[in-house]
Every structure is written in structure tokens, then in C-alpha cells.
């Protein structure tokens, strides 16, 4: 009996692995889909309304969806209590530690170079960096989804597949 019950265990463990692997892809291309979606807001914001950079965070805070609204977040409560540190600096160092945006590292460091645009030039080098960032986000994130699609299951399954043949072995 006790046997069972640790097979069980094991196999369940497993599998709670491979699935948490398949989340974390989830949670990568939900990301990507929220920033494309904050990008647009940004490209918008600037270029038509010309809205100020800490006026934009507070609306980005306020719209984009979840994860991606938590970054807008901690941009306006770092830019509220340091308003003597330059922008660029606070976008980078909170992209940096989104860890909760499950991005890879050539992903946040492609997002985190738009605060050295953001802020700093007028609305048309702004809304030219914000298109170059759309672009890169729209690859990333096609390049995710895809990946989602291709390995998401695959996780999942091999989490099972790998829980009774630890399984197997130990009987």
C-alpha cells in the first residue's frame, strides 16, 4: 500500500514539473502578447498626445494587462520615490528584475533598451524606437507562441512519462 501511495507521489510530482515547464511558456508569450499591447499604447501616447513619460507609466500601469501592468507599476513607484534618477536607469534595473515576466534574457535586454529612448528625445525618435521595439516584441513573440505550441504538451507529457519510469525503476 505504502508503495502505491509513493508511486503516486511520484508520478504526480513529476507530472506537476512538466506541467509548471508548460506554464512557464504560457506566462513568456502572455507577456510578449501584453507588451505588444503596452508598445501600441506607448507608440499612441507619444505620438499623438504627446504624453509625458511618467503621465505615460501611470496609464500603462492602469491598462496593460497582468504581468506586464506590474513593470508600469513598480516604473511609477520608483519614479515617484527617486525623481532624481534618470528614467532610462529606472525602466532598465525593473525590466532586469521582472523575473515574474518569465522573458528570456535577450528578450528583457531588447525591451530594457527602450528606456534608453523613452523620455530622453523628441516624440519622432521616441515613436521610431517605440517601432523598432514593436517589431522585435512581434518576433518574440510569434517565436514564442510557437514554441508554446511545439513544446507546451510535450512538457506536460514527459513530466508523466518521466514520473512512472522513476516508478518502474524503484519497483
Not at 512557464?24 to 510578449?32: F, G, N, V, Y
Not at 520615490?81 to 529606472?90: Q, S
Amino acid at each position: 500500500m505504502i508503495k502505491i501511495i509513493g508511486a503516486i507521489f511520484l508520478i504526480g510530482g513529476a507530472t506537476i514539473m512538466g506541467m509548471g515547464a508548460s506554464a512557464a511558456l504560457t506566462s513568456r508569450e502572455k507577456s510578449l502578447k501584453g507588451f505588444l499591447e503596452a508598445l501600441h499604447i506607448m507608440h499612441s501616447e507619444i505620438g499623438e498626445r504627446l504624453t509625458p513619460i511618467d503621465e505615460l507609466m501611470k496609464i500603462l500601469a492602469e491598462t496593460a494587462s497582468i504581468p506586464v501592468s506590474i513593470l508600469f507599476e513598480e516604473c511609477v513607484r520608483e519614479m515617484t520615490e527617486k525623481p532624481d534618477v534618470p528614467f532610462c536607469l529606472i525602466w532598465r534595473k525593473e525590466v532586469k528584475r521582472a523575473e515574474y515576466l518569465k522573458l528570456k534574457p535577450s528578450e528583457s535586454d531588447t525591451i530594457a533598451a527602450l528606456g534608453n529612448v523613452l523620455g530622453r528625445y523628441g516624440a519622432d525618435e521616441q515613436k521610431r524606437g517605440i517601432e523598432h521595439t514593436i517589431r522585435c516584441v512581434d518576433s518574440m513573440h510569434a517565436a514564442a507562441s510557437e514554441e508554446k505550441k511545439r513544446l507546451g504538451g510535450l512538457y506536460a507529457k514527459l513530466g508523466l512519462i518521466c514520473g512512472i519510469a522513476v516508478v518502474i525503476v524503484f519497483i
